[in-house]
């Protein structure tokens, strides 16, 4: 069974617009949530993190959104720029779940196009 | 610094084959995770190493084995190749465990294997 689930595959969005990504997860026992950003023949690259105990986090154009009761988190990027075009995967863990530390369960990525 | 180097790149094997994907991480971490990416699957862990042991271990067939070497380095193994394991391989690197920084791991560039 799927625990972290990005039920879009794929986005499409006008450049300078609001682009929404988003993730659901069934574990409640997740308490750190991750987003990274790949692009075609490289690996992924680090995003942006929150912690169960936030319900937001900012990074410059990029803030994560935490609903714990909703198990849901979302991704938003504005405004959205195209070298932002890339496939976002939004990656979960629990500590002590599978390990001391608990390994990263990655969703299945949503590819977002930004268009000039 | 130099990133997560993984070798080789490409490769092409036949059914029935094994093979060995090296990875080198970042200077100084010792941990070293294994991920399979597959266009069906997202990333899918595979196992942890830390200090030459292996620390975590994901839900694949004793076919996938891997090891670290005393200076970090890891390789993995592949058994008995399948037509479905042709997929991009992603080592990540870590000083102690993603959770020890802010921003989970440092990824290589993977190497994506083909069966035939």
């Known amino acids: 069974d799927q625990q972290v689930k990005q039920n879009s595959p794929s986005l499409s969005v006008q450049e300078g617009r609001i682009s929404i990504l988003n993730c659901d997860y069934t574990?409640?026992?997740?308490?750190?949530f991750l987003w990274y950003k790949k692009y075609p023949a490289e690996g992924p690259t680090f995003l942006i993190s929150?912690?169960?105990?936030?319900d937001k986090n900012e990074d410059g154009r990029f803030t994560v959104f935490l609903n714990k009761s909703a198990k849901h988190l979302s991704l938003h990027i504005v405004p959205s720029q195209p070298g932002d075009s890339a496939v976002y995967f939004c990656a979960a863990s629990a500590l002590n779940y599978g390990g001391s530390q608990g390994n990263l369960i990655f969703g299945k990525g949503t590819k977002l196009s930004v268009k000039p | 610094k130099a990133g997560v180097t993984q070798t080789p790149r490409y490769l092409i094997k036949t059914r029935g084959q094994q093979v060995t994907l090296s990875c080198s991480p970042i200077s100084g971490h010792r941990s070293v995770s294994w991920y399979q990416q597959t266009p069906g699957q997202g990333l899918q862990f595979l196992f942890e190493y830390f200090s030459e042991t292996q620390r975590n271990k994901g839900n694949f067939p004793g076919r996938f084995s891997g090891r670290q070497f005393s200076n970090s380095r890891s390789e993995m193994n592949v058994s008995t190749l399948e037509l479905g394991d042709s997929a991009l391989y992603l080592c990540?690197?870590?000083?102690?465990?993603?959770?020890?920084?802010?921003?989970?791991?440092?990824f290589g560039s993977g190497t994506r294997l083909t069966v035939v």
């Open positions: 929150i912690s169960s105990i936030k």
């Open positions: 574990n409640s026992m997740f308490d750190y």
């Open positions: 990540a690197s870590s000083l102690a465990g993603w959770r020890d920084s802010n921003y989970g791991y440092t």
